[in-house]
Structures are given as structure tokens and as C-alpha cells.
């Protein structure tokens, strides 16, 4: 009562506090409406964006074309984020591509689309339906009938597969124009980058040129860095100003931390399995029949099938013990680290049968199933008196052909009652003889004819347990996890106190929002979408992951801004390489005080290594064993170099070298310049890649699926 009195004394101030609360929810809501934009974009192509809404009928189109063509029921996650990868990157490339062909009136007429369908050779085209059975082309024929009737008909009554192929030919058509659009203005492009006969000279002779030579070097990692002093900070700050464009960031990522736990079954789980499984060989040793009811109650994840099948059908740990085991016997309990399993399996039966067999067959279905019965008994026995099957199959219109039956279609498949019981009949009888099989509410006349392929096949009832956590383990790893995160509220906090708790703080650089997640763990789509809204140093939340067996828990250490890194982030590399900088100067000037003048006394050099290197060419740097690198002014310097001649040191990617040229050859080729012009030119094409990469970055493009997918 004197809570309630409490309440009505407060009333007014109740009233305008729920007010209040009431206009900020509305208010929310409103603001979302009259900017729809920062909730709705999933990102934006020359300023122009495109919405969730428009994005996601672009994936859902192109996952049904990919089921389609695939003859998939269902996609994976992986496979659904593929399409959405694939999905952003045309779009985005088919818009940029638009823009550039508006400016100078590109364009796709009908009439082009129409003449890429009169010749029938387009790889999207034969990819479709609308295939000639005979030669398997496509057939434009098909595709008019299927575009008349598809006309004609109500959208509302239409069949499904009629939806399904007009789908996928609005996408075919779309995808027409799109790569046509895309073909004619790279090749406009292309005809800019065009050959000469110099140029296809040049080539021609750094391919054809070879050079053997013999090499000495003083490995940079042979000198200690002590000997070439410190690294200024000038020193380091002028060499990223010389490399700076290295360091363009183009879209912003994060740095973060995380500590991913992957529950496990402890001992106590462990031991109350093995018990199980114990109890389940005890059963197996006593069982003389219904093995798979003895199979199902101990919680087997491979079900019992009550057939002979081969060997290798069985899960590979069972089938690799098998011959070990007497007939009759138990092997187990045992553990399998390939799939984390405690098993047992008892070895029930071996025969010799045929892993092929050939039948035919008369499917009997009447009113009810006494009626259909009595006919199936009646085909029966007319088979049985010596009538042809043949004859009796086309007398109740079935075609009775004779077809294989070949162990690999049943053999570890899921089957039914009359699944099993239709295969065990068919494998059951001998050539020649018939059986009448009850199956449903139909009867089925099968008749064997052949038998190939003789092996030896076995009976076996397996239990197979994977070594899961109980309950009880993931609360109390949920607990002590969550423990953690609630008492280590800050970057600097799970740093200091993660190891000692016993967990692993792992690093992930430039984490950029177009990933799926953090670590290649699955179920962390909201990690990584609170990652790009988190500020440095904080920690996130405990994260339920992965297939329901991982914990996360995610800290922000670094916001990567789009533009340039920044001098710090990047000088412990640009210290190594100022460090390698003066130990080849150090080294230089070592081999030059030592008056050094033949290759013999480079080879003797303290710390120094020799290599033999043949068929070196200007045109493929050359990979020298003995610094384990790869380093291609060798393949520079000898194409220039005199034969027997000494070189003055150079400075390589991994040490300082000198390099003696000692043969000279040409391969046996004959120099065809239209052929080297086409050469040339395909190098000119591959580097159309770049120019999509340039329209890219001009085009201001921002990518926000990580906020809806």
C-alpha cells in the first residue's frame, strides 16, 4: 500500500517522464522516415546509392539463377555470401562502366542483343534451358516458343517453372547488355595500348636471350644491425615521404583484438560418454537381432542398415578395422581423432554378392490395397505358370526395361522401410527369379536378370559418438567468459589481465567492412558491425558463435582512416628497410676497401654465398637458392653484361652480389612481328584490369553492406 501511495504522489512527474519517452520513440521513428537514406543505403556509386531493398532483390535474382543452373534446392552461407560478393562487384562495375560509356554515347541496341541470340555462341546463352536435346546448343527456336507462350499467359495462374525460366531470361537479357556494354569499351580502350615493331623486338629478344652466369653475395641477414648504427627519425620520415603512395588506404578498417573460446567436452563429459558407449558394446554383445533399434537407442549418428555392403561404404575408421575382427565380435569402445568419435562396431555377417545387379519391374496400383493385391498375386503367378514379362508388363502399360542397380546409389544413403525392403528384395534374388513386393499402397513384380561385379560384402552395426560438451560445460565457460569481459572493461584491461585468465589475445589488422566476420568464425556479423561503430580501447559484449560452441568477445585498438597510413604505423618496416639500405652500403664499401678484383676472391669474402644460376633472360626475375630470393636486377644486369666479365656490386632485394656472365645462347625461335604485336597487345589487355581499379577510385564508391548482411 505504501508503494502504491508512493506511485499516485508521483503521478504528474510519471506522466510527463512517459511522455517524454513516448515523444523520443516517435520522434526516432520520424527522423528515420524523413532521412530514410542513413538507415537504407547499402552503399553508393559515383554519388548515386542504392538501396537494402534494391540490393537484396539483386541477390535474391541471382541466387535463383544459380540454384537454377545448379539444380540447388538450397544455398550454403558460404555460398550466399559468395553471390553477394559477386553481386557488389557487377554492380558496382556495371556502373561504372555506364557512366564512362554515357559520356561518349556508348550504348546496346536491341539489334545487337538480337544478333548475339541469332548466333547462339554467347557462354551465358548455352548456359540456359532452351538447349537443343540432340547437339545440346542453344536453340533460339526454344527460347521464341517459350517467350510466346510465357506472353500469353495470366501471371497470377502461371506454372511455377514458367516463373522460374522467366526469371532467369530477364536475367540472362539484363546480363546480355551488361557484358556487352562492358566488351565494347574495353575495346575501345584497348585500341589506344597498340603495338609496335620495336617494342615487339624488345620483347622477342628479353624471352629468346639467355644468359648463364656464376654468382657471389654478402647476405644482408650476415650482418648484425649493431654495425650500422641507429635509425634518425629523419632518416625513416624520408623514406616515407618517398614511398607515401604505397601507404594510400582506399577504404577504412579497424585493428582490433579479440579472444575467441571454443568450447570443448571436458573429462567429465568424456567419462559419461565412454560409459555410454561401454554400455552400447555390452548390448551389441549380447544382441542377436533388431540391431538397428539397438543402433538408434544408443544415439548412433551412423543409423543401422540391415544390408550387405561393401567395405569401404562403412565410416573409414570401422572400415580400416574390419578384417581385424572375427565374425561375431565387438571392436571398441575406441577413439577417432579424425572426426572427434567414440565408436564400437560389431562385425555381424560377411557374404560374397554382386555390386551390380540388372532387373526389370511391373508397378501394380489398384483401387484399394486388397484390389491390388489380388492383381499383383495374379501377375505373379501368371510369371510364375511361364508367361513372358515382357509381354505381361506392356499388357498393364509398363515399359519393363531392365535397369542397374549398383551398390554406390544405396550404399550409407538414408532409407525407409520401403526403401530397404525394395533394395533387399532386388539384391536377394537370384537371375531369373521373381519376387512380389508389398511397398505403400502398391505392389511391385521385380525380376532379376544379370548379376556382376562379385564382392565381399558384411553386415555391420556401428555406434559412432562425437565427443560433444554437455550443457553444464557451456554454462560454466559461458559464465567464467562472461565473468572476464564484465571485470575487463577496456582494451588496455583485457591486454594486461587476458593471459593470466588463461585466455589468448588474438590480433587482426585492417579488418575491412566488406568481410562476413572476425576470424573466420561464423555467426560474427554483429561483432564486425560493432567493431566499425566501437571507439579505440573499447570492448564489446560476449558474442555466442560459431556452430553454437564459440564465445567472442571483440576490443577496437585502431580506427585505419581512408588515406594515407600514417608515418607510424608503417615505420617499423621503413626502419628495416633504411637498416638494409646501409647494411648494402656498409657491405659495398667493405668490398671496395678490400681491393677486391675476381670472382674467386668475392667467393672467399667472410659470410659470403656462391651460386651457379642458368637461363637467366630479361624478361623473369631470377630466383638465387643461396640468398632464398628472388631478385630481378640479376636478370637486368646480364642481359647489358660482357661475357667473362666481372660486374661491380649490386645491390639485390636480400644482399649485395656481383655476377660473372660466362655463356650466352638464343633460344631457337624465329622472330615474327605480327605474332609478337598480338603478344604485346594481350599484355596491354591484361592491364584493362587497372583501369577498372582507376574508375573505382574516382568514383567515390562506399560500400555499407556490412550494416544489413
Known amino acids: 500500500m505504501a508503494t502504491l501511495q508512493n506511485i499516485r504522489s508521483k503521478g504528474p512527474l510519471l506522466i510527463i517522464v512517459i511522455g517524454l519517452a513516448l515523444f523520443a520513440f516517435i520522434a526516432g521513428d520520424a527522423w528515420k522516415v524523413i532521412q530514410p537514406h542513413q538507415s537504407q543505403d547499402v552503399g553508393e556509386v559515383n554519388g548515386k546509392a542504392v538501396s537494402a531493398q534494391d540490393f537484396q532483390a539483386l541477390v535474391e535474382e541471382y541466387s535463383e539463377v544459380v540454384k537454377m543452373t545448379n539444380n540447388f534446392s538450397s544455398l550454403t552461407d558460404e555460398q550466399t555470401n559468395q553471390i553477394k560478393d559477386e553481386v557488389w562487384r557487377s554492380y558496382v562495375n556495371n556502373k561504372l562502366i555506364e557512366a564512362e560509356a554515357a559520356k561518349i554515347g556508348l550504348v546496346v541496341s536491341k539489334e545487337e542483343v538480337q544478333a548475339m541470340i541469332d548466333a547462339g555462341t554467347n557462354p551465358m546463352l548455352q548456359a540456359t534451358p532452351f538447349r537443343n536435346p540432340q547437339t545440346g546448343a542453344f536453340d533460339k527456336d526454344m527460347l521464341k516458343k517459350f517467350l510466346v507462350d510465357y506472353a500469353k499467359m495470366d501471371k497470377n495462374t502461371m506454372p511455377t517453372q514458367y516463373v522460374s525460366l522467366g526469371k532467369l531470361w530477364a536475367f540472362v537479357e539484363k546480363s546480355l547488355v551488361q557484358n556487352r556494354l562492358a566488351e565494347k569499351y574495353q575495346a575501345l580502350i584497348s585500341k589506344a595500348l597498340s603495338s609496335n615493331s620495336v617494342e615487339a623486338k624488345a620483347v622477342f629478344d628479353a624471352r629468346v636471350n639467355q644468359m648463364d652466369l656464376m654468382l657471389a653475395a654478402i647476405p644482408y641477414s650476415s650482418v648484425p644491425d649493431t654495425l650500422v648504427g641507429g635509425v634518425k627519425v629523419s632518416e625513416v620520415k624520408e623514406l616515407y615521404n618517398k614511398r607515401k603512395e604505397q601507404y594510400r588506404q582506399y577504404v577504412e578498417s579497424r585493428d582490433v583484438k579479440y579472444i575467441d573460446v571454443q568450447v570443448v567436452a571436458s573429462e567429465e563429459d568424456k567419462a559419461a560418454l565412454q560409459n555410454e558407449v561401454t554400455e552400447a558394446v555390452e548390448q551389441l554383445n549380447e544382441a542377436t537381432s533388431d540391431y538397428a533399434s539397438l543402433v538408434r537407442s544408443a544415439d548412433s549418428e551412423y543409423p543401422y542398415m540391415d544390408l550387405f555392403c561393401n567395405q569401404a561404404a562403412f565410416p573409414a575408421d570401422v572400415a580400416s578395422r574390419l578384417d581385424s575382427v572375427g565374425m561375431g565380435e565387438v571392436y571398441g569402445p575406441y577413439f577417432n581423432a579424425a572426426d572427434n568419435t567414440l565408436n564400437a562396431f560389431k562385425k555381424i555377417a560377411k557374404v560374397t554378392a554382386a555390386d551390380s545387379v540388372e532387373y526389370r519391374q511391373i508397378q501394380v496400383y489398384h483401387q484399394d490395397m486388397l484390389k491390388t493385391k489380388a492383381l499383383a498375386d495374379s501377375i505373379y503367378d501368371a510369371l510364375k505358370g511361364g508367361a513372358k514379362f515382357e509381354d505381361l508388363a506392356t499388357l498393364y502399360g509398363q515399359p519393363g526395361t531392365k535397369t542397374w542397380l549398383t551398390a554406390p546409389s544405396y550404399e550409407g544413403a538414408q532409407l525407409n522401410s520401403d526403401d530397404l525392403k525394395y533394395i533387399t528384395a532386388i539384391t536377394n534374388l537370384s537371375v531369373n527369379e521373381t519376387a512380389n513386393v508389398s511397398i505403400g499402397v502398391a505392389n511391385v513384380i521385380v525380376q532379376v536378370t544379370a548379376k556382376k561385379a562379385m564382392k565381399e560384402k558384411y553386415k555391420v552395426a556401428v555406434v559412432k559418438r562425437t565427443i560433444n560438451f554437455s550443457n553444464d560445460t557451456y554454462n560454466k565457460a559461458y559464465n567464467d567468459f562472461s565473468q572476464f569481459v564484465a571485470a575487463n572493461s577496456t582494451l588496455e584491461q583485457v591486454e594486461a589481465n587476458a593471459e593470466d585468465a588463461g585466455y589468448k589475445l588474438l590480433d587482426r589488422s585492417d579488418l575491412n567492412s566488406a568481410e562476413y566476420g572476425i576470424g573466420s568464425i561464423k555467426g560474427t556479423k554483429e561483432a564486425l558491425r560493432w567493431a566499425f561503430a566501437a571507439k579505440p580501447g573499447e570492448v564489446s559484449g560476449l558474442y555466442e558463435c560459431g556452430n553454437n560452441d564459440r564465445l567472442l568477445v571483440v576490443a577496437l585498438s585502431k580506427v585505419n582512416k ?148
Open 562 to 709: 581512408e588515406g594515407y597510413r600514417s608515418l607510424e604505423s608503417v615505420q617499423s618496416q621503413l626502419r628495416a628497410e633504411v637498416i638494409k639500405d646501409k647494411k648494402a652500403a656498409l657491405i659495398m664499401n667493405n668490398m671496395k676497401a678490400a681491393g677486391i678484383s675476381s670472382f674467386d676472391q668475392y667467393k672467399a669474402m667472410e659470410n659470403a654465398v656462391s651460386d651457379s644460376v642458368k637461363h637467366v633472360s630479361f624478361s623473369a626475375p631470377a630466383y638465387i637458392s643461396s640468398l632464398y630470393s628472388s631478385e630481378p636486377l640479376v636478370g637486368a644486369y646480364a642481359s647489358v653484361a660482357q661475357l667473362n666479365q666481372l660486374s661491380a656490386p649490386i645491390k639485390g632485394n636480400a644482399g649485395v652480389m656481383v655476377m660473372q656472365v660466362y655463356n650466352k645462347e638464343t633460344q631457337n625461335e624465329t622472330f615474327d612481328v605480327e605474332k609478337e604485336k598480338q603478344t604485346v597487345n594481350g599484355m596491354h589487355e591484361r592491364m584493362l584490369s587497372r583501369l577498372i581499379n582507376d574508375l573505382y577510385l574516382k568514383a567515390n564508391v562506399k560500400d555499407n553492406r556490412y550494416l544489413f548482411f
